[in-house]
């Protein structure tokens, strides 16, 4: 079994900061790309971030210059830096991980979601 807890999310002021982490657990055997997705009410679920096991990273057009992903493999955990929040960041944020596990007796590589995190940038 495969886990991902996310953490860091709540009420913000606009222009404010946020923290986003995502601790994977389990029968880990590697991570791949790690990113983080949201989705806001009346919305479909949108990328946000994403880190691959390289460290080459892409982002969603409306978070460039204000939002950073990084991720440490020892900790088998990811982060998601918001600076200069905006009222239209208010969403849900969910952490997306691609992992190496053992799935009879071989090797698969499976996608996971987190719960999600509420983020709520108020005006």
């Known amino acids: 079994q495969v886990q991902l807890v996310e953490s860091g999310g709540g009420l913000v002021q606009a222009g404010g900061s946020l923290r986003l982490s995502c601790a994977a657990s389990?029968?880990?055997?590697?991570?791949?790309?790690m990113g983080w997705y949201r989705q806001a009410p009346g919305k479909q679920r949108e990328l946000v971030a994403v880190?691959?096991?390289?460290?080459?990273?892409n982002y969603g057009d409306s978070v460039k210059g204000r939002f950073t992903i990084s991720r440490d493999n020892a900790k088998n955990t990811g982060y998601l830096q918001m600076n200069s929040l905006k009222p239209e960041h208010t969403a849900v944020y969910y952490c997306?991980?691609?992992?190496?596990?053992?799935?009879?007796?071989?090797?698969?590589?499976?996608?996971?979601w987190g719960q999600g995190t509420p983020v709520t940038v108020s005006s």
């Open positions: 880190m691959s096991s390289g460290g080459s990273t």
């Open positions: 997306y991980a691609e992992i190496f596990v053992i799935q009879a007796r071989d090797v698969a590589l499976v996608d996971y």
């Open positions: 389990g029968n880990i055997l590697r991570l791949n790309a």
